[in-house]
């Protein structure tokens, strides 16, 4: 009976169930069992109120509305709750209703989203920028838009799987390196040799927090004359003297052959961005099919969006406060002496090990006491090194990060004994 | 079924996925990184090759296999266990 919790969600992709309208009898079967069904009620967990550094949560374990310590949410910065931010949206919302009612090429294009394209094209030093009402939709847009058959799409392993759909749309031949290991990227690109390359790497990686080598990653792209492609996603108006992300915290900002950004995590809103020389945009905006053939931005997004980028970059304040929070819990931790990976940013794992077990034993422990930290479980990270994943806020106080800090040593430090 | 069959199978979806592979290329004690496979064309030669033989084995218990021959072995292993239930 305990073989079915080696199972996993990698295991039940295919689908011979007669009926095409019922998924896979084993995949049922699993879902049954009463520790699949327990770590299942770890998901889509209600909110009820907005995601702040304290939130409040109805607990799927036993229905109870909690307030909470919240170190879950990508509302990094605190924009999706800014109050300017808000005003913003209401008054966009005001002007322009609730939708965009259209493709952009069509009639979804406003005023809105030609200001927010321009201002995010500045900001990262490329010449245009095409906006996406989705960051996944952005991402695998993107690399279909700009791919086709024949080409190489060269990945680190650890990129997002908005990446690797795009690359399977595209039809592309898809390779993939070790992470953020240069031997074996030079390996990838020696076998693309000679054909049209596009390197994608991400500025911050989600599940472990360290960043990409990009000077040297650049370098081999010169070398090898492919182009780069980085998503920063998780370091967007937070890295960088100017908040830029990872590609200006090394300086290389006009070096990126595409920037990828996402409207969701730092900027607190929704959706995507992609920026770019202004030829391959305008081309993109012929064939990038969730940019062509679906509906623009909802203008209230866009009025929000214009706000959060003018308050994250009109000073340095929210991202000093996030690094300043980002040191006082690592160094929390660390002297805790537990495993936090490799990280190198605001998002911080903290490695549990193989034990699935134990993950969500912990799990459930910290969710009562108060702490919102979602375990993360294979296959979303290896089988030895499951986790929890801190996302740092720059909005937590000390007192909410010692709070947290003693739920975290006396569930998992006391737990990993 | 023996590994002579298991190892068939296997080699049929490794030539059915991989591009420009003649069945006399393939060396069992090599991976199939070695013949240009990603994570995904070798998720695709598993699963179908698991699907033909009938049997699952779950991915968490695949990780630490590096080479075909190996996978055969886990094939045979597993469906030999199966037999014996
Ligand atoms: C690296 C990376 N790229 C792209 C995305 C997709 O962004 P979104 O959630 O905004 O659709 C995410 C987030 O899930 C991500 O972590």
Known sequence: MDEILNYSLADFQYNDNPDVLEPPEDFEAWLQNPRINYCFSFFEQQLLCMPRTTTEIKSNLDQQKRKMINLTSYNYLGLS???EVIQAAHEALDKYGTGASGAPLLSGTFDL??????KLAEFKEQEDCLLFSNGLAGNMGAIQGILRKGDFFILDEKCHKSLVDGGTLSGAKMLFFQHNDMDSLAQMLEKSKGKRTLV????VYSMDGDLVKLPEVLELCHQYQAAIYIDEAHSTLMFGPNGKGVAEHFGLEDKMGVSFGTFSKSFGVVGGFVCSNARLIRYMKCYSSPFHFSCAPSPVMVGALLKSLEVATRDSSLRDKLWENTAYLKKNLLDLKLDLGKTESQVIPIIIGSSGEKLFQMATEIQKRGLFLQPVDFPAVPAHSRRFRISVSSQLTKEEMD??????????????? | MDKEQIYAVVKKYILENLEDLQDSDIDPQKSMKDYGANSLDIIEVVSC??????????RSELADIKTIDE??????ANMSAEANQ
Do not use: Q, T
Request: net charge positive; charged share 30%; hydrophobic share 45%.
């Open chain 1, 81 to 83: 709750s800014h109050p």
């Open chain 2, 49 to 58: 090759s698991m699907r033909e033989l009938k049997i699952k084995i779950p």
């Open chain 1, 113 to 118: 989203h030609i200001k927010l394209a321009k």
């Open chain 1, 403 to 417: 709070k947290a800090c003693n739920i975290i040593e006396d569930v998992i430090v006391k737990g990993l004994k």
């Open chain 1, 200 to 203: 994608a790497v991400e500025g």
């Open chain 2, 71 to 76: 996978l055969a072995d886990k094939f045979l």
